[in-house]
């Protein structure tokens, strides 16, 4: 079997906010990639923080079942990195090269995780590059991470004049939060040119008919109610693959899936069993065009970030339930990154934190009004719960009996401290 070569090609913290998703965020070299591929509308990560959103994509499960709950620079990790697909793949005559971020092990560590190759010496997409000139005979897996589009961004360039910048949603229309967006449309265009120049390189190389691309995020961008929330502007990640498989011809699925639906859909497309921990499903079909929905619900969770601050949550095509585990009233603001907007939001005090959540995606998309509780959506309450519960027991959650512990000598920081470099400022 001639078997396709494999690029997974990933930033940090960029959500949907690019080019092919609609928005103003000027990335040709994506756009160009959706147009020759298959666009996820409705792709979630399993976690909106950095390690255990990798680690669920890499494993095919969720973090709270690799073991991945924290993040790794923390000092947290996987139960048992043979979990991590380049296992899976060697076994499958797959030689596996990293170069740039990984995120799942400690970086003095990476070398641990089984890569064959770990790439050394200039930037993520230069080394790729290098090794995508001279690859090696038999098929191989190329993981490409960039530190783009984490904070802190750089000045806006040209072409991102904050005067005509739109903060995302749900956040105000201010001065600080114009800035905030225009310096990250700047690094996205950035992280662009990268991904751009790995991609070309497959293409002088003869090497993107037989190459089958998937390039993502982690989780939603590092702005107030997004990275490390439960809510659909964290967890709502791009998606977009290209190459063997049926995923050609510019085409857009609306179809919801999971980052865990990664790994078992490359066993699908390579013929060979999926490992027994793996709870994801294989989005062929999807592809394909046989069905309309590999899935009814997905699942997101957040138990460490800088600080613990445990919650689950179950999203249908009609419906979000978030509940959180800790009985607080008061934000977590160390888990949320220091930056312009987040000065704003600060200024003006912090939407409530309840511990049940419940929204209509269809007819409040921005999660904005907060149906738990009210009567006349009981039933559909009720359900949700009910679809929650089941999912933590079919996955042994240990939330369920408690919290979930953080390995002995891990950094976690107070949930009632102020977050790093944190030195609130005036709105305006």
């Not at 990195?81 to 990293?98: D, F, M, N, P």
Request: proline content about 8%; aromatic content about 8%.
């Amino acid at each position: 079997m001639n078997r396709p070569n494999i690029l997974y090609i990933h930033s940090h913290d960029t959500g949907r906010y690019i080019q092919p998703y609609g928005h103003a965020v000027s990335t040709p070299n994506l756009q160009r990639l959706a147009e020759q591929g298959v666009l996820f509308r409705q792709c979630f990560t399993a976690n909106p923080t950095c390690s255990p959103s990798r680690a669920a994509l890499l494993t095919g499960c969720s973090p709270h079942t690799n073991g991945m709950v924290g993040l790794a620079h923390r000092g947290f990790g996987l139960h048992d990195y043979s979990w991590h697909i380049v296992h899976t793949l060697r076994k499958a005559g797959y030689h596996s090269a990293l170069s740039g971020t990984q995120h799942v092990i400690s970086h003095d560590r990476r070398t641990e995780i089984g890569y064959d190759q770990v790439l050394e010496g200039a930037g993520p997409h230069e080394m790729a590059c290098a090794f995508l000139d001279d690859p090696p005979e038999q098929p191989w897996f190329l993981t490409v991470g960039f530190g783009e589009t984490h904070r802190e961004f750089p000045e806006p360039g040209p072409g991102d004049d904050e005067r005509y910048c739109l903060p995302p949603a749900p956040l105000p229309d201010t001065p600080r939060t114009r800035r905030d967006m225009a310096e990250f449309k700047t690094c996205a265009r950035r992280l662009d040119g990268k991904m751009g120049a790995v991609f070309d390189a497959l293409d002088r190389n003869g090497l993107t008919g037989n190459t089958l691309v998937i390039c993502t995020t982690d989780h939603g961008i590092a702005f107030p109610r997004m990275k490390c929330n439960l809510h659909d502007s964290g967890t709502g990640v791009m998606l977009i693959m290209r190459g063997a498989g049926g995923f050609t011809g510019g085409r857009v699925v609306d179809g919801m899936v999971s980052h865990i639906d990664v790994f078992p859909t490359v066993c699908d497309l390579l013929g060979i069993d999926v490992p027994e921990w793996v709870q994801g499903v294989s989005i062929l079909p999807l592809v394909r065009g046989e069905v309309e929905q590999v899935r009814e619900e997905v699942h997101g969770e957040v138990n460490y970030h800088a600080a613990y601050e445990p919650m689950r949550s179950v999203r249908t095509t009609g419906w979000k339930y978030i509940r959180r585990f800790d009985g607080r009233t008061r934000p977590v603001l160390p888990n949320c990154d220091q930056g312009l907007s987040k000065d704003v939001w600060m200024a003006h005090g912090w939407p409530p934190v309840y511990e049940e959540e419940l929204y209509d995606v269809v007819l409040d998309p921005n999660e904005c009004r907060n149906l738990a509780g009210v009567a006349e959506f009981a039933d559909v309450h009720n359900d949700m719960r009910a679809r929650l519960r089941r999912w933590m027991e079919a996955t042994e959650d240990p939330l369920l009996a408690g919290n979930v512990p953080a390995p002995a000598g891990a950094k976690v920081n107070d949930p009632d401290g102020i977050s790093p470099r944190e030195t609130p400022k005036l709105a305006g």
